[in-house]
C-alpha cells in the first residue's frame, strides 16, 4: 500500500479517537485520575473503595504504569506511518499488501463500533458526574463494553499492521490494565443500580 494512503488513514483514525475523547468524551469512574483522588461516595461498591484507599506506591505501579505504557504503545503506529525507518527500532515484520488490507479493516471495524457505541451512551446520557442511566439497549444490549470492545480491535488491527514483539506484549498489559477497570466499573455499577444492573450482567456477556 502506498505511503501516502497509510498516512491518510491513519490520521483519519487518530483524529477520530481525539474527537473520541474530547467532544464525545464518555467519563469513567474508574480513569486513573478518579481511582487516584479518594472519596467517600455512597455508590462506590466495596472493590472500588478499596482500590481508592490503596496508597500512591501501589497505585503508580499497577495503575499508573500500566495506563501510560498502554497509551504510548497505541500512538506508535503514528511513528511507523510517519517515520518509518522506526519500524526497524521495533523489529516490524514487514507484511504484504492484502495483509495490509485486511488490517486496515480490522482498525476501521475497532473505530466504527467504538464510535457508534459512543454516540448510543451519549444520545441518552448526560455524562456529568454520576448522573446517568444504565445503557442496554443497541449495542449494549450486546455486549457490555463494546466502546472497549472496538479499542481491542482497533489494537489487534495494529498488530496485523505493524507486527512486533514489543506491541504484542503491550496488548496484554493494555487487556489486563483495562479489563480490571471493567471490574471496577461493575462493582460501581452492581452498588447504584442494583438488581437492574445485576439482571443486565446475567443477559449480556462482557465483550461478545
Do not use: C
Request: aromatic share 16%; hydrophobic share 50%; proline share 5%.
Amino acid at each position: 500500500m502506498e505511503p501516502g494512503i497509510n498516512q491518510a488513514l491513519i490520521l483519519i483514525v487518530y483524529v477520530s479517537i481525539l474527537v473520541e475523547l474530547t467532544l464525545l468524551h464518555v467519563p469513567s469512574v474508574a480513569s486513573t485520575y478518579q481511582l487516584f483522588f479518594y472519596s467517600d461516595k455512597t455508590d462506590n461498591g466495596p472493590l472500588m473503595v478499596r482500590v481508592k484507599r490503596w496508597p500512591a506506591w501501589i497505585k503508580i505501579p499497577l495503575l499508573f504504569i500500566p495506563t501510560l505504557i498502554s497509551v504510548i504503545l497505541y500512538l506508535l503506529p503514528l511513528l511507523f506511518v510517519f517515520l518509518p525507518v522506526s519500524q526497524s527500532w521495533f523489529n516490524v515484520i514487514h507484511v504484504g499488501v492484502s495483509v495490509q488490507y485486511a488490517g486496515w479493516g480490522i482498525v476501521i471495524i475497532g473505530r466504527i463500533l467504538a464510535i457508534f457505541s459512543v454516540l448510543q451512551i451519549r444520545k441518552s446520557n448526560s455524562q456529568l458526574g454520576n448522573q446517568f442511566s444504565l445503557k442496554t439497549k443497541g449495542l449494549f444490549r450486546l455486549s457490555r463494553n463494546p466502546i472497549l470492545l472496538g479499542m481491542y480491535i482497533t489494537y489487534l488491527g495494529w498488530l496485523v499492521l505493524f507486527p512486533n514483539w514489543i506491541m504484542g506484549l503491550g496488548f496484554i498489559v493494555y487487556f489486563v490494565n483495562m479489563h480490571f477497570r471493567i471490574l471496577l466499573e461493575e462493582d460501581f455499577l452492581q452498588q447504584k443500580f442494583g438488581d437492574n444492573f445485576k439482571n443486565y450482567l446475567q443477559g449480556t456477556n462482557r465483550y461478545f
